[in-house]
């Protein structure tokens, strides 16, 4: 929310000029406004926290629909979508993504510490290093750590703007596989510190280290990816500029 807000200041003088002169949508504006209480009704009284709180977005957008205009949502319109990663997912969504991310983590965890010569086996989603048994939890599945980073590099893409579609698209979607290798990282990482300090370990400060090492190498593979995808707009720009004249 606080990111939001930070990007609907950074637009709003831009947003005043864009508006400037256009009429404000009352009508639309209340449309949204009486949508937005529906839904907050709706989902406060039967407990579904993703309308209650998608409706304040709702909310929010209609009140600037009636005072703003059309114009001005049009030009925010990224900041409120970004805050459509607050809402929290239904829960059958999340139970069945969550297992197969699950054992996809697992079993390329099993894969590499068996190739670097560890002695580690796998039960499902259950890990078995040495006389340790792991077993990777929701936590460390990804789907959260994946919405988590598809938000913040759409931010990044944001701020930074850059001009080639190509880049921006590419980024977007290859963050899915960056999420899944921090991922694989992060649990490789649990893993290791278990072999060989122990449980207490494991289970202790270093859990919450790991979950640094998963966003700083996270950070590192969207700034690495950006580098290589911005050398290949900068091949592809001076071959074309080599072919115009």
Known sequence: MALSIWLLQRQWPAMQQAAAGQPPATRSGWALVAFALLLYIIGRSQDILMFEMGSFIV???GLMLMIYGGAALKHQWFP?????????LPSFVVDTVTM?????????TEHLLFWAGYPIARTGVVLQIGQYQLMVADACAGLQTLLTLESLGLFYLNVVRHTSAFRNVALAILIVPISFTANVIRVITLTLITYYFGDAA???FMHGFAGMVLFISALVLILALDSFLQYIVRRRQSAASEVAP
């Open 80 to 88: 409120f979508f970004f805050m459509l990663f607050m809402i929290p």
């Open 202 to 204: 494991g289970q202790g």
């Open 100 to 108: 197969p991310m699950k054992m996809a983590v697992s079993y390329v």
């Open 59 to 61: 909310l929010l957008a």
